[in-house]
């Protein structure tokens, strides 16, 4: 086979073009990434403090945990990273393809748009309009949005390799390639829902297939938002500042196409010992495992790339942030396959373990790369050096220490609340109420919250410190260069190169990354659509009725999913706390499904019946007055706000649109069923001297509260497993 | 429209698992085998891009 490959240098004779970079776009998408990472980050620091302090909610529904902490994530996820990714890509692209970006309209166009997605996304949340599924809570014209402005950024990005003078593409722009088609993918398939108002949407997906729906996405965001888009960055930038090109191109191809490949078919390690099928908990636990491989392989590379030059680190800010963030990547890498053994994530789901986990990923691998890449950007784009290396150094240990600070608390917390959770006494019976093992942690909450100001604080001192450089400064705003247009010179090496079928052609690449990511996707979800038998159904299981479907709205609005998980797992202890284990074929009427990621308060699967009416009302007025030394915020706007009744309607033709198998014509008379079960809730709780008024919330919330695990107790035989020895320990 | 079970009689719904995986596979191999044997010269030209 004839060996060669096209030029991509100027050859003899050949005229240079002189074009200029756009600098403008990066540094909007700087200042936003300063602007948002502080919003974000005090959104989290808030929603921390509100885990021992519950009163910092100041009495409003907006400030309560439920709402803040979506804030927190959607804002570090898609505003501060999600910038720093834009950031890095239109600087690095620019410089990879030796071109300006395809259009300043464009660029523009997505530069405006995300920011005002990110703000409507934050007020809506803050609203309480979510659609209730974790990391992708905006609801659905957010949602379009979305698809709109990664489209715009799509036609940019392609547009600007399409009209490269750079012959190779850079492996940096192939993690940004695969980042685009994945996220694209993710975010369509996880956002097909169905409008019910302007703010309010229920998932297409039901139950088990919209858990496994929303954490193949959930799962796939961490990889290809937080991961992929920042080992390109690292691929640029390391390099950059290390002046020394990456350790090994050949292990940088490797590790992106295991990579992209692994990441897709690691989701189900989210839901292990949950209602999901157990061949789907398999997949993801052998991906998840093999995961490890590809992702080392990226952190080794980024490392080595060091080699001889450890004197620099010592030297210069940006290195010491990026070889903390790739460290950080190697350690959570290391950890994710770790926890998503089914042995270890016995004990680590639904604690603080996870939450422990995350930050390492988050605050070191994206905080400090994102650092990183802000102090070797800006002095470039103001053509002055840095203001300050002390005061980066600074932040530097501020960050460092604040990481530690914050993570290891939690991963004691994580450690301790399992413990205590599967803890028995001698004759058998559990030996801590639930609430004495969250009383036992919030030391640790404390210690953690101080870690997250100290993070904080340190932002604090970059965003000054990158203030006084652009103020010395002056802006570059369109930098000039010069670079040979691409010529169709052939030049060979001696050896076969038949690589550059895809490796030279963005297009092909995109249709490769493509193939590539949708194949764990399909063979994940496909089955549990298709096959019935992996959601066997209970007779016993009905829809929801109206007035339930109002007080779940409200639970989805107030995120209580956040805190509460409504899962119970296949544990002696689960079971002997909660009751039977969950079943598949009980949320099959479940738009969205609610089995939450954490328990902070207990699981909710079984509450329904356990308590009297009043006393969900005076819990929910006044959470210690039930539980003393509760952290539950009051929800007392519950007791004044009232359900809109017009909408029932909506919501019953939603269902049935759903496949909810209301009667023919139910929505009409579904008013009136919620009238009468209304009454009888205010007739139980006037029985205990609760005087309520009509279609007040709290109301609607109570009767889905104890709605929840009921269908399932008149069962037949046969159709649910018997839960063991344990369901006799507690019973409901 | 009910969204679940609307195909559930397509039988043989291993077939994806089979293609996809000697798709992946396919590729892999392809890109592994590229990436080792691929020349010296023009590798270390692309991983000095970003340094010109």
Known sequence: MQSAHLLSRPSAGSQTEKFYYDNKTVKWFAYAVCVWGIVGMLAGLWAAIALYYPQINLGLPATT??????????????????????????????????????????????FWGWQAIILTGAITLWMGKTSGKEYAELEWPLD??????????????????????????????????????????????????????LWKSYSWYAGVQDALVQWWYGHNAVAFFLTTPYLGLMYYFLPKAANRPIYSYRLSIIHFWALIFIYIWAGPHHLLYTALPDWAQSLGVVFSVMLIAPSWGGMLNGLFTLRGAWDKVKEEPV?????????????????????????VNAISHFTDWTIAHVHIGALGWNGFLTFGVLYWLVPRLWNTPLYSKKLAGTHFWIGTVGIVLYAVPLYWAGFTQSMMWKSFTESGQLRFQFLETVTHVIPMYITRSIGGALYLSGVFLMVYNLRKTILKGTFVADEAAEAAPLTQAVVTHGKPYWHRVIERRPMQMLV????????????????????????????????????????????????????????????????????????????VYDHPFQWGS?????????????????????????????SPGSIMPSYVWLFDHEIDTVHTYKMIRAMQTLGVPYPDGYAQQANGDLVAQEQRIRASLKADKIGTGPNKEIVALIAYLQRLGKDIRTAPKGQTASAGDGSALMGN | MKFIHY??????????????????????????????????????????????
């Open chain 1, 319 to 343: 290195l010491k942030f990026l070889v903390v963030a790739i460290t950080c990547y190697g350690m959570a890498t290391f950890e994710g396959p770790m926890l998503s053994l089914k042995n």
């Open chain 1, 65 to 110: 945990f439920g709402r803040m902490r979506p804030v927190h994530t959607n804002a570090v996820i898609f505003a501060f990273v999600g910038n720093g990714i834009f950031m890095g890509v239109y600087y690095s692209l620019q410089r990879l393809c030796k071109a300006r970006m395809f259009s300043d309209t464009l660029s523009k166009l997505h």
């Open chain 1, 144 to 197: 379009i949005a979305i698809a709109v402005v990664w489209i715009i950024f799509g036609i940019n990005l392609f547009g600007t390799l399409l009209k490269r003078r750079e012959k190779h593409i850079y492996v940096a722009i192939w993690f940004y390639i695969a980042t685009w088609v994945t996220v694209a993918m993710l975010h369509i398939v996880n956002s097909i829902e169905l409008p019910v108002t």
């Open chain 1, 512 to 587: 490769m990354s493509l193939i590539v990511v949708a194949i764990g996707g399909l063979i994940e979800l496909i089955p549990t659509f298709l096959v019935k038998s992996n959601i066997p159904t209970i007779s016993s299981v009905k829809p929801y009725t109206p007035l339930e479907l109002h007080g779940r709205d409200i639970y989805v609005r107030e995120g209580c999913y956040l805190c509460h998980s409504q899962m119970v797992r296949p544990f002696r202890d689960e079971v002997a706390r909660y009751g039977e284990y969950s079943k598949a074929g009980e949320f």
């Open chain 1, 598 to 626: 954490k328990r902070t308060g207990p699981d909710l699967a079984r509450v329904g019946g356990k308590y009297p009416d009043s006393w969900h009302y005076n819990h929910l007025l006044d959470p210690t007055s039930m």
């Open chain 2, 7 to 52: 195909i559930e009689k397509i039988s043989g719904v291993s077939i994806y698992g089979l293609v996809s995986l000697v798709l992946f596979a396919s590729i892999f191999l392809v890109m592994l085998l590229w990436s080792v044997k691929a020349d010296g010269k023009m590798i270390d030209e692309i991983r000095r891009i970003p340094l010109e």
